[in-house]
T-cell receptor, first 116, second 113 residues
């Protein structure tokens, strides 16, 4: 149980385009989903927290207009990187809580974004 | 704010025990976690411990928590080459509504045959 998937696993796009990344909880209802960014050989940086049906809460320094988060259902959250630039290239990982009523976060496999 | 510290590297021989250490500053931490990350992959939850526990054992994994010193350790018995990965310590404080995790920078475990 507690499986989280992400799609796509890898994406390459041109500068100026927008990219959508999906995060799904496959076998449980996720009350809260989190989006992280990870730079090479570094820890995870929390970007935002989203609860189903409400606006995401962004961490300080994260542009909400640049990283659009939608949590439309209890099993799906999406992160859209708008007008992507090379500095947005990174590994994006989502996580979800809600399994068993604990606050344990279960992570997706990550999405590698490369902006040319 | 909260801070979680880990040593960055650990190298052991196959079959030996590995001990990865972590310290944290948030005295109101509720849960403490160990995650494993293999290259190019997401984080795999290995184990977690509630803050009122001292020890938790799960097969080859033993977690020790010293709440007074705010020190957490993960011991891997009979370490195998497949255990080579980055191990992240993380703490959460369920006093808030969203259970944010604060991660350490990760310890790269290298297992030599």
């Amino acid at each position: 149980g507690a499986v989280v998937s992400q799609h796509p696993s890898r994406v390459i796009c041109k500068s100026g385009t927008s990219v959508k990344i999906e995060c799904r909880s496959l076998d449980f209802q996720a009350t809260t989903m989190f989006w992280y960014r990870q730079f090479p050989k570094q820890s995870l940086m929390l970007m935002a927290t989203s609860n189903e049906g409400s606006k995401a809460t962004y961490e300080q320094g994260v542009e909400k207009d640049k990283f659009l988060i939608n949590h439309a259902s209890l099993t799906l959250s999406t992160l859209t990187v708008t007008s992507a630039h090379p500095e947005d290239s990174s590994f994006y990982i989502c996580s979800a809580t809600g399994q068993g009523g604990t606050d344990t976060q279960y992570f997706g496999p990550g999405t590698r974004l490369t902006v040319l | 704010g909260e801070d979680v510290e880990q040593s960055l590297f650990l190298s052991v021989r196959e079959g030996d025990s590995s001990v990865i250490n972590c310290t944290y500053t948030d005295s109101s931490s509720t849960y403490l976690y160990w995650y494993k990350q293999e290259p190019g992959a997401g984080l795999q939850l290995l184990t977690y411990i509630f803050s009122n526990m001292d020890m938790k054992q799960d097969q080859r994994l033993t977690v020790l928590l010293n709440k007074k010193d705010k020190h957490l350790s993960l011991r891997i018995a009979d370490t195998q080459t497949g255990d080579s990965a980055i191990y992240f310590c993380a703490e959460s404080n369920s006093g808030g509504s969203n259970y944010k995790l604060t991660f350490g920078k990760g310890t790269l475990l290298t297992v030599n045959p």
